[in-house]
């Protein structure tokens, strides 16, 4: 699987951005999907998960309530909706692929190259 993250941007605090992340490969369907961010000096932390039917999903707490995560296998794409941005939101965001949830990065056997994402005052 192949991923491309994309959508990313300057926004300023309160707004919102849209990532989407483009997924090659036939059997994406099967797949649970992440995504994660890393802001420069951080770890890569993770924001949200969704299984391969879409049905279910979980937050980060940081995130819980403002970001929203969806999956359209038929497009083979996966979106994260992010509102209420605040400057700490400010990072690289990555989506990733694998084939079980988890809130680690190594759960995750596929990487998009990321997308950068800052909020300004």
């Known amino acids: 699987v192949q991923l491309q993250a994309s959508g990313g941007g300057l926004v300023q605090a309160g707004g919102s951005l849209r990532l989407s992340c483009a997924a090659s490969?036939?059997?994406?369907?099967?797949?649970?999907m992440g995504w994660f961010r890393q802001a420069p000096g951080k770890e890569r932390e993770f924001l949200a998960s969704?299984?391969?039917?879409?049905?279910?999903?979980d937050y980060a707490d940081s995130v819980k309530g403002r970001f929203t995560v969806s999956k359209d296998n038929a497009k083979n794409a996966v979106y994260l909706q992010m509102n209420s941005l605040k400057l700490e939101d400010t990072a690289v965001y990555y989506c990733?692929?694998?084939?079980?949830?988890?809130?680690?990065?190594?759960?995750?056997?596929?990487w998009g190259p990321g997308t950068l994402v800052t909020v300004s005052s």
């Open positions: 990733a692929a694998g084939q079980s949830c988890g809130t680690v990065p190594i759960r995750y056997n596929y």
């Open positions: 490969g036939r059997t994406f369907s099967r797949y649970f």
């Open positions: 969704i299984n391969w039917s879409g049905g279910s999903t």
